[in-house]
């Protein structure tokens, strides 16, 4: 167990025999700060293999759409509308197709050292964090999760026109594993709609071990 495992397990311990026991917001806003860290919870390059299902609803809270993601890391992934539109990403090669299995047409890749763009995404999202609420332990569906809220937002990007985006987000993170199991979101905004739609997300996730994105020959 490294030592940021050490770490999140005495704070989930502590919380669950204290979860009536209000936190006070300067240790709320360290433990939230600390789920950004490298190799903590909300660390995409932490997370295993997995898939997960983003449930897309408008604001009168019906269901617009249905997105799928296929993630072995951050740099080997598919996602889209499985039978309609999906979209493959390796290293900075990206390809399209119907659906998970293809077939697939090259298009144009990205540019950059992408995993230094989501890390440097990663930290401006840990220095950003706003609005914080440190719930416990709470019930979903059956099980017991360690539950956060934050509002965050990217800092402009001057190399790409000052572009910016953000979010309120609600995680709920398995005590055991460490694993962010549900992710919502809503009040998004962004340098080129700054005010919200009322569109809300809701990421679950389901690791597995078997999961591989591999190059098309």
């Known amino acids: 167990m490294n030592g940021f495992s050490k770490l999140f397990h ?26 950004w860290a490298t190799g903590a919870p909300l660390d995409a390059y932490q997370r295993p293999p997995h898939r997960h299902v983003n449930t897309v609803r408008d604001a009168d809270g019906t269901v617009t759409q249905v997105y799928g993601s296929i993630i072995e890391t951050p740099l080997r992934t598919i996602a889209g509308v499985d039978g309609a539109n999906m979209t493959m990403a390796i290293d900075n090669d990206i390809w399209t197709g119907p659906g998970e299995n ?23 999202r840990q220095a950003n964090v706003t609005d914080i609420t440190c719930h416990g332990t709470v019930e979903v569906d059956g099980a017991s999760y360690l539950s956060y809220s934050f509002t965050t937002k990217s800092d402009p990007n001057e190399e790409m026109g000052g572009i910016w985006y953000g979010s309120s ?3 709920y993170i398995d005590p055991e594993t460490q694993r962010v199991m549900i992710w919502e ?15 809300q997300h809701r990421v679950v996730y389901t690791y597995d071990p078997s999961v591989k994105v591999t190059r098309p020959e």
Request: charged share 20%; with cysteine.
């Open 185 to 199: 979101m809503d009040s998004f905004v962004s340098s080129w709609a700054p005010d919200p739609n009322g569109e």
């Open 169 to 171: 987000d609600t995680v």
């Open 102 to 124: 293809g077939p697939w047409t090259p298009q144009q890749g990205f540019t950059g050292d992408r995993r230094a763009q989501h890390e440097a995404d990663r930290q401006q």
């Open 10 to 35: 005495l704070l989930a311990s502590a919380l669950l025999i204290s979860a009536a026991a209000p936190v006070r917001a300067d240790d709320c806003l360290a433990e939230v700060q600390a789920l």
